[in-house]
C-alpha cells in the first residue's frame, strides 16, 4: 500500500524531542515526520514511550526538550491555544473513555456541540453517517454500558472524526480486544486511513502495520532505532535490535 | 485436580448470608418489627403512666391526644428547618466540594481547610455561633431586615452539611476514573464543561446515597434549635410535660416525638441503602 498517496505538505513533524519523567528518561531525542494522508505505525516494547510520543503530540504531557509542530502550530509554545490544537488532533485510547452516561450518538454529538458551537440538527446528521460509517447505524440509543468493547472502540473514534480532525492518533486501540472485535475495529481504521485521513498508530498488531502503514518507526528505550516503509521494515531490518524484536512477534 | 482446590481464588464465591429474612421482604418485615416493638413500648408506658398516676387525674391517653397536634406542628416546623438547612448546606457545599479539587492551590486549600474546619465541630457549638454573633437585623441601603432567630438556625446548621456535602462531591469527583478527564480534555473541552458536562453528572449517582443519609442525621440534629430557644418539636414537648406537671407523663410524650422522628427517618435510611445497593451492582 506504500505509496497509494502522492506526498502531502507535512502535518506532524517532531523534531529532537526529549521527555523526562523526573530522572526518568522516557523520551531521547525523537525525531519524525507525518504527511497528509500517511499512516504511521510506531511499534516496540511496552515501556519505550510510543503512548507518551502520542500525547506529547496532543499536548496532553508536556515535552522537556525539542519541538513539535502540527499543522503548522509550535505544540510547545507557552502562549500555544490548547483547545486548537485538540479540534485538529483526535485520540483514541486503548480503554475507549466513553461518556458513560450519554448514548452513542450523544458521545459523538456532544463535542462538535458544546466545544465547537455547531448547530444541534446540523451536529447530528453528522453524528448518524460518523456511527454509520463506523458500521454502527443501529446503535444511536445504546450506552456504553450496552456496547461491545469493539463497538465502543469504534464510538470512540467517530467521536473523535466528529470534530474534523486533521490528524487521528491511535494509542494501542485494539490491546484490550479480543481477535474478532479487534478485527472489526482495525478495519474501520484502514477505511479512515484509505479515505485519506493522516493516521498515527502506536500499536502491536504486525499484521496491520504491514499492511495499511506508509512508514513504521521502531522504538525501544525512548530512542528511534529504525524507521522504513513497511516492506523494507518487516522484510529485511537493518538493526539488530529490530529484528530481535520482529523474531520474537511474528 | 479439578475440584480439589484450596485456593479460595479458585473456589466459587459464595455470597456470606444475609442477617435477617433476605428478599424483597426483609426491609418491610424489618421496618414493621421495628414499627411493632416502639408500639408495644409505647402502649406500656402508656398503661404504666396511667397506672402510676396519681393523684389519678384525667387518663393519660386524653392528656397526650390533647398536646399530639401541636407537637405534630412543632415536628413540622423540625422537618421544615431540615429542609431548608439542607437546600442551603447542599449549595455552599457543592460549590465548596468542587472548590476542593480545583488547580488553583490557594482556592484548593482554602476549601479543604474550610471543610475540615466545619466537619470536624460539634454542631450545637456551630449553632450557638450563628445563634449569637449574627446580627437581628441587617441594615441594606436604609432598608432593615430581620434577621429571625430561626432562619440564624438554618444557618448554623448549613454550616456542618455544606462541609459534609463538600466531602461528598469531593470523594464523588475523585471516583470518576482519570481517564474521562482525559478523553474530555483531548476533545478541547475547558475544564468547566468537562466537570458540569462530564464528570459531575457521573458522581451525582454516587453521591445521593451519602447526601440521603446527611439529610436523616441532620432531621434528627434540628432538635438542636430547641437548645437555642426556638420552638420546635422537642420544645413543645417539654412544655407541654411542664404544664401538665405529670412526671409519670414523660416516658410516652417522648416516645411519641421519636416515632414521628423514627417514621420519617427510616424510610430514608432504607432507601439510601436500596440505591447504594444498586448503585454498586452496576459499578
Redesign the interface.
Known sequence: MAGKHHLGEPVVVVEGVEKAFGSFVVLKDVSLTVRRGETVCIIGPSGSGKSTLLRCI?A?TPISKGSITVAGRQVADPALD???L??D???V?Q?Y?????KTALQNVM??PL??LKQDKAEVEERARKLLARVGLGHKHDAYP?ELSGGQQQRV?IA??LA?NPKVMLFDEVTAALDPETKKEVLVTIQDLATDGMTCILVTHEMGFAREVADQVYFTDGGVIVEHAAPAAFFGAPREARTRAFLDQVL | MRGASDLPVLLPFRAPAAIGPAGLAAPVLLGGATLACFAILFGASLAIAQVTARPAGESAVTVLLRWAPLIFQGFLFNILISFLAMALGTIVGLLVGIAQVSLVAPVRTAAWGLTQFFRNAPWLVLLFYAMFLLPFEFRVLGLTIAFPAWVKAIIGLALPVAANVSEIVRGGIRSIPSGQWESAEALAFTRRQTMWMIILPQAFKRMIPPWMNLYAILTMATTLISVVGIQDGLTITRAALVAESRPELMIPMYLMLLLLFFAYCYPIARATLVLERRFNVKA
Open positions: 496532543n496532553l490548547k483547545l486548537s485538540r479540534r488532533v483526535g485520540i485510547f480503554q473513555n466513553l461518556f458513560p452516561h456532544m463535542a458544546h466545544v454500558g470512540a467521536r473523535s470534530m
